[in-house]
């Protein structure tokens, strides 16, 4: 009977603790995040997803949809829970999923946290000659601009009107606008012009009368 006490004893104390540690897991869980970074220089361009948080009690396993691959990392694999992801193309959009897990399997044999990260489709017209000089002035020419359905030929004659309007002189902006919008600047002096002339009308006839 007394042995059967202390081993009911041990157990309540294996469960408290198990619970414990499931706890600390799920509680670390919350500070696992990430960052994407779209990198582009003379070099190289490429893009990279920060994964951060990680802890010895975590595994993550990562999946993409360019050719299927599915890779696990451990906490041995990171730096100090930190493990940064080169997307395997830029000329396409990948869909990344991160999937982490706990290593105790008695807390949890599911995912424990999951989230996706699609990476950017490098923007190639950036590097021809209709971007030259314009990144940072025109958005169309930033290499990880989202074009999204909008075709190369399209792009390329967006950009081709922005550049116009960027070598337009002040002056030439103003005349525009004037020749844009003359209408609606010449209904109202229209309207305040006949008020006026009506009102001297009537001051003239007022007058007459008096005469």
């Known amino acids: 009977m007394k042995k059967l006490f202390l081993f009911a004893i041990s157990m309540f104390i294996s ?29 190289e361009s490429k893009v990279e997803i920060l994964v951060y948080g990680l802890t010895e009690e975590m595994y993550l396993l990562v999946s993409e949809d360019y050719d299927g691959e599915s890779v696990t990392y451990n906490y041995s694999d990171t730096d100090e829970g930190k493990i940064t992801i080169t997307s395997k193309s830029i000329s396409s959009k ?53 074009r999204g359905d909008m075709t190369e030929a399209k792009l390329i004659k967006e950009i081709e009107a922005s550049r116009v309007e960027l070598d337009k002189s002040f002056g030439q902006k103003v005349w525009d606008f004037i020749k844009s919008y003359w209408l609606y600047a010449f209904i109202p002096f229209v309207l305040i012009a006949g008020i006026y002339i009506v009102r001297i009308i009537i001051y003239k006839r007022g007058n007459k009368e008096y005469v």
């Open 15 to 43: 469960i408290n603790v198990l619970n414990a540690e499931c706890s600390d897991v799920k509680a670390d869980i919350e500070n696992v995040s990430y960052q994407l970074f779209n990198i582009s220089s003379n070099e």
């Open 94 to 146: 990948i869909n990344y999923t991160f999937k982490v897990y706990s290593t105790d399997k008695t807390c949890s044999t599911s995912a424990i946290k999951a989230f996706n990260v699609i990476t950017p489709r490098y923007n190639f017209v950036s590097d021809m000659e209709y971007c030259e000089g314009m990144i940072g002035k025109i958005d169309m020419c930033d290499p990880f601009y989202d």
